[in-house]
């Protein structure tokens, strides 16, 4: 695909394909060993006009760069550039994501590093291989993983028994083979998660983990090469199924797969369109949510449309939002009113169910988001990108805004619960590594400022109304975020300004600590209260602080009871240094 020569020597002639050569003969003949080592698939490739012996490779499996003419190569993975078509979550503590990428397979890792920085190259399993596209996990079994690679290759692997199987419809005698899109779709029955559909040229169920799987529709596709690319159940109604097609065609079938209807009839769109992804809602019975893709067709239009009544009639939801193909669309799983989009140049969200859409990229590259998945619990939602690997957000407090909150109402959002991680050993240190970012440790608290205040004062407290912690937050009109990494005020900085930022190597570090930079003693589990005082009006929400879950409780309790001991003397500590101030001959020293 790709003819390179060496600007210094016309006769080293490098070739690129789905192998890589070199010839230093003008071509006479070729070296396939060029690409020894590297990932196949090459599209780019540069050559030092100083040094031939330099050369950059770009592969489907990342960078390259050689020194001596392609006898060895260093893989420069350090970079996020990662192709994700799909992610999902698997329930652990902390939690984890898995995600299939082009031509790189199926992979799980943590969304975020115990050892000290974010997840590293090391922490990452691989579940199948292939190109990955997109992947399922049992929620009653979080190392039960779903995935699947091109033309319906379909299986599951469970992490823990290291059980495997492959998933694909027997072909009965006589009849022609199924058709599966490259990237085909599955998913797992939401009222249970034994029950696997997937779907090609018609919509197939197994209710034994993909097991005897069995066509419940006619043919769906409009045209003889279509094939399936988006199916959704409705979390209401376990008989509500919907299938849409590359060639754009969108079924629903209310009576578990008998009867099946049409509906792309009303979508208003200029002609067939690639159905990207199919959200039936988990708040309306007929509600359902589609985004479709028409780049193939040479149109780059946004096209997201929802129903209330099961696909009838449609109407759009692209209001303002700009040119760019749209990839995916998902609704919130505890606001009705908050729907997230990926388009070919970003990711976005509306809290009023489409009306208008404001682009979610305080830091997010322009990339192409394929997929997104949201936590049901903590309030955090994981992009995939095409392109730049995944990202994750905290999206607690855009589930809680209103309108009045930029008009004439301030607001404290109600926190998520907080997690002391344990830490954990470092590991994979190596002398090229890659570490992602782990989120601001402890309780975030958000906050929305209609005008600018005078006045602003953030304080934590616990259940006897003593204050905890002092912390720093803006007067500044909009949304604002706060964190409190889980420690009282520190004893050694009476003087300083309290909630000083911690340092950045502490920033983001889990595990409780004794003690941290940043801060002062970790408070153990429980309950807090925030108080948020704006221009002398008290605002208050709870926060709660809860052990890691992997730590055997009578340790928690061991931990806990040496929390409250190290508070109780820290308090006697300081009336004792109040004393010895007062007192000539003091034997204190502050450290």
């Not at 809602?281 to 946004?302: C, I, K, M, T």
Request: net charge negative; aromatic share 8%.
């Amino acid at each position: 695909s790709v003819v390179r020569v060496d600007p210094n020597d016309d006769k080293l002639v490098c070739v690129l394909g789905v192998s890589q050569y070199r010839s230093t003969n003008g071509g006479v003949t070729f070296d396939g060993g060029f690409g020894r080592g590297v990932h196949a698939d090459g599209h780019a490739l540069w050559i030092d006009p100083r040094d031939g012996r330099h050369m950059i490779l770009g592969t489907d499996g990342g960078t390259y760069v050689t020194y001596d003419s392609g006898a060895s190569w260093d893989h420069l993975n350090h970079a996020a550039i990662g192709q994700f078509y799909h992610v999902a979550i698997c329930p652990k503590s902390p939690y984890h994501v898995t995600g299939g990428l082009q031509d790189n397979g199926t992979w799980a890792g943590p969304s975020l590093g115990l050892q000290g920085s974010g997840p590293i190259n090391e922490d990452w399993i691989s579940v199948g291989g292939g190109d990955g596209f997109q992947c399922q996990v049992d929620p009653d079994e979080p190392d039960l993983i779903y995935f699947t690679s091109q033309d319906g290759a379909m299986g599951r692997r469970n992490l823990r028994t290291g059980e495997r199987a492959s998933i694909r419809p027997v072909r009965q005698r006589g009849s022609p083979p199924h058709r599966f899109n490259w990237n085909t779709p599955f998913i797992l029955s939401r009222h249970n998660s034994r029950i696997f559909y997937c779907a090609g040229d018609r919509v197939f169920r197994s209710l034994d983990r993909g097991e005897d799987l069995r066509a419940i529709s006619p043919e769906l596709p409009l045209t003889k090469r279509g094939s399936a690319t988006a199916l959704a159940e409705s979390p209401r109604d376990p008989n509500v199924l919907y299938c849409g097609t590359d060639d754009g065609a969108l079924w629903v079938t209310r009576d578990g797969g008998k009867e099946w209807t049409e509906t792309s009839k009303g979508l208003g769109l200029p002609g067939p369109r690639w159905v990207a992804t199919i959200e039936a809602s988990r708040f309306e019975d007929g509600r359902v949510y589609v985004a479709l893709d028409g780049h193939r067709s040479d149109d780059d239009e946004p096209y997201l449309v929802a129903s209330e009544d099961f696909g009838r009639t449609w109407r759009s939801l692209r209001a303002n939002l700009p040119w760019g193909s749209t990839r995916c669309l998902r609704e919130d799983p505890r606001s009705p009113s908050l729907l997230f989009a990926g388009t070919e140049l970003g990711a976005w969200f509306s809290i009023d169910r489409g009306a208008r859409w404001t682009r979610l990229n305080a830091n997010l590259p322009t990339v192409a988001v394929h997929e997104l998945a949201l936590h049901p619990q903590n309030g955090e939602i994981v992009a995939a990108t095409h392109g730049r690997s995944l990202w994750i957000a905290d999206v607690s407090a855009l589930r809680q805004l209103a309108p009045e909150h930029w008009k004439d109402k301030v607001a404290l959002y109600a926190p998520e619960a907080a997690v002391r991680w344990r830490s954990e050993p470092g590991r994979g240190r190596t002398n090229r590594r890659f570490a992602g970012t782990n989120p601001p440790a402890g309780a975030q608290i958000h906050y929305a400022l209609p005008r600018k205040a005078e006045r602003v004062s953030l304080k934590v407290v616990d259940v006897e109304g003593a204050t905890v912690r002092e912390l720093r937050g803006s007067s500044e009109p909009g949304l604002h975020r706060v964190s409190w990494d889980l420690t009282r005020a520190p004893a050694a900085s009476r003087g300083a300004p309290r909630g000083a930022a911690a340092s950045p190597q502490e920033r983001g570090r889990p595990g409780s600590g004794r003690s941290r930079p940043g801060g002062g003693r970790a408070v153990p589990p429980g309950s807090y209260r925030v108080l948020l005082t704006v221009d002398g009006q008290e605002h208050a929400q709870t926060p709660r602080v809860e052990a890691d879950p992997s730590v055997p409780p009578v340790l928690v309790a061991e931990e806990e009871d040496s929390l409250e001991a190290n508070v109780t003397s820290e308090g006697h500590d300081e009336e004792a240094r109040e004393r010895e101030r007062e007192e000539p001959g003091s034997s204190w020293i502050d450290d």
